[in-house]
């Protein structure tokens, strides 16, 4: 069912290049020339850095953006790889379920710079003094915003891969390798780039905290367009600021044309259903690519030593879900004990770690400002649901639309909330607005995205038939809302609400506490005090803020999204 432009193998031969083969070489080479470019210092001792700083000159800002990009991508791959082997994991095996998802809950609730904290002693010793191992540091923290999104998509879609595809698997008799990368992953797909797209952009979101890097009295500065926005709020610097903020549209409209386009135009053959009268998305580096013979030829290889795989039958009998007979039962009653009583360990251990020099009334202020907290996610997620659900419902079933929106939902996603400290800061200070409110919306600027991208893949994954049917029976207005588009893309939107919400109570720690120069406004909650322990270095506090944090979420997930997730999976399966 593949659409788009036909494969090499029924083009006309030769072994004269064409005006194909030239462009795709130039786009490898291109690449090749990217990656020398921007590694060449990644050996280089941290001294090098402090010899030099950054500058605001915006000469340095392709430099520093090319920088970014390269730590983005490479945390793009980790994601990918992180996403296709801890979320097929949960999907397929019922007591790795019970562990890894409330696990994937607790990392998204855990806030970038906890992460930091945590970790930036560990990968420093990776390389020791050297730029690579602030790197390795810098690109993990950006991993950290760009994983649990789309392992979050891949699960829910491996959950709700239709019925009759997997009963002509076994008709066929697949092997599970084979039904995992010929069926479920490209059901998968399309849902998984559209994540891809918002995952990346969170990563834009967060790139300030990930570049410059400040616990306590450690500080490394890399160069990146992250660092460059650090050091022109510092500086009050509104001119440096735009330049970034040029720069930013370049780079996303850049990696549109060359990455994620072609993974629209390639991930569309892969839709469930197919829609006929509607143009396909197309992409000038696809059809490059696909109409290169050289790049056929060089690809060749690999593609026959992947397919021979597929004739391999490993025993994956762990990894299926099984019907709950009296053994498994009671395996899985043992399983669960286990659980808890590893987690009450753990849950012991940190107890005993941060009462060491804290007092019983410091883990009660924590719970009320993370009350605070959740007050502000609850009804900023509410909010941003009532608006971008129509939105995206309306966009998700016009293609031409949504492939004019991507790059536009790209750039707003991408947005930091750091950008937008000298208006907030002057806004409240000129009219002298309570800061527990008004600093709120920036919690959501760069999460809302979520609910837009996920409700967008939703809506454009409903079978035509089903909207023909209701067309024809004219189901119209509140009608159509309640019986075909908000069941159609329910699954996708608690994915992207439950991703949504994470990554709000991560961003409270950018958006409760506003800097400009030597100006500071704060609210109060949870984000705020983990920032406060942040920047003292007091790491009994910030295993504090996360504990509460990690708890909020976990609870709020739950007690909430989850029976929301069930009921969806159960009552709205395609298929």
Known sequence: MTRGAPPVSVERGGLIPTRWDALAVLLVLGLATFLAHTSRDLLQPLEALQETPISLDPTFLPEYAARTTLRMLAAMLLSLLFTFTYAAAAAKSRRAELVLIPVLDILQSVPILGFISITIVFFMSLAPGLILGAEFAAIFAIFTS?????????????????????????????????????????????????????????????????????????????????????VAIAQRDTTAIGWAIGIMLVVILLYDQLLFRPLVAW??????????????????????????????????????????????????????????????????????????????????????????????????TAFGLGALTMARVVILIALASLIWVPIGVWIGMRPPIARLVQPIAQFMAAFPANVLFPLAVWWIVTFRLDPDIWLSPLMILGTQWYI????????????????????????????????????????????????????????????????????????????????????????????????????????????????????????????
């Open 146 to 230: 760009q994983a649990w999104n789309m392992a979050f998509s891949f699960y829910q879609s491996l959950r709700t891969v239709p019925e009759e595809l997997i009963e002509a698997t076994r008709c066929f008799h697949f092997s599970p390798w084979m039904r995992f990368w010929r069926v479920e992953v490209p059901f998968a797909m399309p849902a998984l780039v559209w994540n891809m797209m918002v995952s990346m952009s969170g990563g834009w979101f967060f790139v300030v905290a990930s570049e410059a890097i400040t616990v306590g009295n450690t500080t490394v500065t890399l160069p990146g367009v992250g660092s460059y926005i650090a």
């Open 267 to 364: 991930a569309d053959r892969f839709r469930f259903e197919q829609e006929p009268g509607v143009a396909p998305p197309r992409s000038w580096v696809l059809s490059t690519l696909r109409r290169s013979r050289l790049v056929a030829r060089l690809v060749a290889p690999f593609a026959a030593a992947w397919r021979w795989t597929y004739r391999l039958r490993p025993s994956l009998t762990g990894f299926k879900r099984r019907a709950l007979d009296v053994p498994a039962r009671l395996g899985d009653a043992v399983w669960l004990v286990l659980i808890i009583g590893l987690c009450g360990l753990a849950l012991w251990n940190i107890w005993q770690f941060i009462l060491q020099d804290l007092a019983p009334a410091e883990v009660a």
């Open 452 to 575: 837009l991208f996920n409700v967008i893949a939703g809506a454009s994954a409903l079978p035509s038939d089903l909207r023909l049917a209701s067309a024809n029976l004219g189901v119209r207005g509140w009608l159509w809302w309640r019986k075909v588009a908000l069941p159609g893309v329910f699954p996708y939107y608690v994915t992207g609400a439950i991703t949504a919400s994470g990554g709000s109570w991560n961003a409270s720690i950018v958006a409760e506490v506003a800097t400009w120069g030597d100006q500071r406004l704060q609210a109060q909650g949870l984000g705020a005090y983990i920032a406060r322990a942040t920047e003292a270095g007091d790491f009994r506090r910030i295993m504090l803020g996360i504990a509460v944090m990690s708890l909020f979420v976990v609870a709020f997930n739950r007690a909430f999204w989850r029976p929301l997730y069930r009921y969806a999976e159960r009552r709205y399966r395609l298929g």
